[in-house]
């Protein structure tokens, strides 16, 4: 099976020499879905933008799907992660002059590569992003509403849809429950998920809920696969 | 396939050169317009002249021309006095060799004052400065002794002097 | 990427209409001093066409130009008949046409002249005069009317009017003793000919000697016998100009010096052409003067544009982030920002373009009516769209600099949530 990530001997500092990571091996497997928790300020958001792409590692290797990521000049990383990887913040995640539907249809606007999945499976990428919001729950109207108007819960579906819309390899995922309540928060896991392994999506899922583990097929804490924070080294 | 493009190329160029030479124009000074060997009378200071306003006309109008220069294309830089104009230009005016009308100075003889037309006109800002008049220049003979003969011109171009 | 500035710009709507009203308006002004210089110009260079010299008094060219041509300000001196017979009998001069102001019709000007006026007067392009009713006049106490004169002051041919001593709108000296006849209309010209009421130069003396008609020519009669110049028509003692024609127009400078330095009565002699080009020269000054202010007017609306979105880049740098999860790049929010501000720009560039036309449309007939200056309606001239690109470039330029802050701000930021 391939790996979605694979990190080697990875030391980040964003200042002078304190580490913020260091990690000497992890590895995600395709399809795997995979809860991270850690503490605020453990790292976890330098982590992310280095799986993201945003910022580079100097030291070790962070691959994506078998690609290593400091190969990459900025452009190539920026449409690396528009071609696959699906990003859902914590909240805040639309554009909310555009609405809902724009929204979820910004994910092929930067990917020739996502349009093409969508298109190969018979439909315009609108009616599979209108499918996709029906499927979590907005109706017609709503899908047509500008995204400001909407509740946090209906933006965090949305939300969803944009991140998993012409079938990324990789989803990330930042805290995207922390700002809903208890019931909606069980339902959209429920439906990530459910739409996730339609098209066999790594997830990652980054939280400080240790209870959500129970939908996921890992658990891992990030001290223990961080040294930097002083956690002790357990692969 | 490189040699007969530098064959067309030196073609064209050839062609071009010739155009320009058929067309070019003569670059003349304001002491062509003035046959050579005319001696003018001689001067008076303007004093005299005022007192004894009809010499001083006769003076003026005892300006030969210089006959060979008729339907010849020439260049000469000069200033415009609007005869005639529109809303952005001067279509109508006389060249004269200098500009101001200072006192002790008379105004230029006809044969040093070309009566031009250009339709095309000359920006009014372009006109405070001298200029280049380019086109075909003629001279008017007139059988009467009242009138004056003087140079005419049909102006192609007429640009900044630089 | 369009849409995307379009619906981005739309999102903050009530910050972008007032910066757009506020440049719009700047904007207006500046395509304004273009636009009326143009057709002020326009209209003086049409006014006068054909006259190789106007002599008058001694004065100063412009004064004497505007005065006797376009009938602005006043000539406080006159010139005696015999200087301008004397003129008018000079072997150079083909044609002289005298002329004679100071009276009004409910202020519009009275210009006493001769019938050679209406032969030998032209206009914009070597265009002569034409009646759109009745003949010019032949005889004394007959006047013809500008178009507008006759507009205005509602006269047709055949209706009688009171000439009123001096220039103002209303005289407390009126010649109500001298009913004129009007006999004639002229066409419309677009020139100040438009404005003017035309009686012969007798009409004028008779009115100011205050005789009757009959009366005048009983004493004419009676100085036949022992006058040396009995043959002549000596219609008045002064003038306060004449148009002159030459036989040649290159005598024109050498006339203008002949009658400039000549003994005897102190005139100026101008040429029309010359006079009007040093009076652009002139406005060119004020001209510069204006366009500089403007556009510094232009430049500060924009720079409060570009404060605007400077200060929104704060507030958007969540939008950043989204962008950049989706995969857009650095340099693709550059463009937004640029694309942004470019097409503010041009939408405040075509407001300011309308705002000027409908000034222009609601103004332009107060203007003709008060000044006789008619305000043509055309599509922009190339310097009007210079100006534009003047604005439009600006704009861009300004808005380099907060896409380059967004630029730097979305490397920086990277995902983060910054709330």
Known sequence: MASAIEIDRLAFAWQGDQLTLDIPHWQVEAGETVLLRGPSGSGKSTLLSLLAGINVAKQGSVKLLEQSLSELSGRKRDRFRADHIGYIFQQFNLLPYLSALDNVLLATRFSPKRRQRVTESGQSAEQLAIQYLQRLGLSASQQQQAAANLSVGQQQRVAAARALLGAPELLIADEPTSALDSDRRDDFIKLLLELSEQNNTTVLFVTHDASLGQYFNRHVELSDINQAVGGSSHA | ?162 | ?419
């Open chain 2, 1 to 162: 396939m490189k040699y007969s493009l530098k064959v067309m190329m030196s073609t064209a160029l050839l062609f071009l050169a010739s155009q320009n030479m058929a067309f070019a124009s003569e670059k003349i000074g304001w002491k062509d317009l003035v046959p050579e060997g005319f001696t003018p009378p001689p001067v008076k200071p303007q004093s005299y002249y005022d007192q004894n306003p009809e010499e001083a006309e006769q003076k003026f109008l005892d300006a030969p021309v210089v006959q060979a220069l008729d339907g010849k294309k020439v260049k000469i830089p000069g200033y415009v006095v609007q005869l005639e104009g529109n809303a952005d230009a001067v279509t109508e005016f006389l060249l004269v060799p200098y500009f101001g009308a200072c006192i002790h100075v008379p105004p230029p003889p006809p044969n040093q004052i070309i009566h031009v037309k250009f339709a095309e006109g000359v920006p009014y800002e372009n006109t405070y400065d001298a200029v280049w008049v380019e086109g075909t220049i003629s001279t008017q003979r007139t059988d009467s002794d009242l009138a004056v003969t003087g140079y005419s011109m049909k102006a192609d171009s007429v640009t900044v002097y630089q």
């Open chain 3, 1 to 419: 990427m369009l849409k995307l500035a379009i619906k981005s710009l739309a999102n903050r709507k009530t910050s972008a209409l007032l910066t757009v009203i506020a440049i719009a308006v700047s904007v207006a002004l500046l395509l304004a001093v273009e636009r009326v210089k143009e057709q002020v110009q326009a209209n003086f260079a049409n006014t006068v066409s054909g006259t190789d010299l106007i002599v008058g008094p001694r004065s100063g060219d412009v004064q004497l130009l505007l005065a006797s041509v376009f009938h602005i300000g006043a000539l406080n001196n006159s010139m005696s008949w015999q200087s301008y017979e004397k003129l008018s009998q000079n072997r150079q001069v083909e044609w002289s046409v005298p002329i004679s102001l100071g009276d009004s019709v409910s202020g519009m000007p009275v210009v006493a002249t001769t019938a050679g006026y209406f032969q030998h007067f032209k206009y914009a392009n070597q265009q002569p005069l034409e009646l759109q009713s009745g003949v010019w006049f032949a005889e004394s106490e007959q006047a013809v009317l500008g178009a507008d004169a006759a507009e205005k002051l509602d006269f047709r041919v055949g209706d009688q009017l009171i000439i009123a001593h001096g220039t103002g709108g209303v005289s407390f000296s009126e010649h109500s003793g001298h009913p004129i006849d009007v006999v004639g209309i002229l066409n419309r010209t677009g020139t100040p000919v438009d404005q003017s009421i035309y009686v012969d130069l007798k009409t004028l003396e008779d009115i100011h000697s205050g005789e009757t008609a009959g009366e005048a020519e009983e004493h004419a009669h009676g100085h036949t016998g022992h006058d040396e110049h009995a043959d002549h028509h000596h219609p008045t003692s002064a003038i306060s100009a004449a148009l002159v024609g030459l036989k040649s127009r290159q005598m024109a400078l050498f006339m203008q010096r002949d009658i400039n330095t000549a003994d005897g009565e102190p005139l100026t002699a101008l040429m029309p052409g010359q006079t009007l080009q040093q009076l652009w020269k002139t406005l060119r000054v004020f001209e510069q003067a204006l366009n500089g202010i403007s556009a510094i007017v232009v430049i500060i609306g924009l720079l409060g544009m570009l404060t605007i979105l400077l200060a929104s880049l704060r507030e958007r740098s969540r939008e950043m982030a989204v962008l950049r999860a989706v995969g857009a790049g650095p340099g693709t929010l550059f463009t937004l920002l640029v694309t942004e501000a470019v097409l503010l720009t041009v939408v405040v560039t075509a407001s300011g373009l309308a705002l000027l036309y409908v000034l222009q449309i609601s103004l332009a007939g107060l203007i003709q009516q008060q000044t006789g200056l008619l305000f043509a309606l055309q599509w922009p001239t190339t310097a009007e769209w210079w100006r534009m690109l003047f604005v439009v470039v600006a704009g861009f330029l300004m808005s380099l600099v907060p896409a380059w802050r967004a630029y730097r701000q979305s490397l920086a930021d990277g995902l983060t949530v910054k709330i």
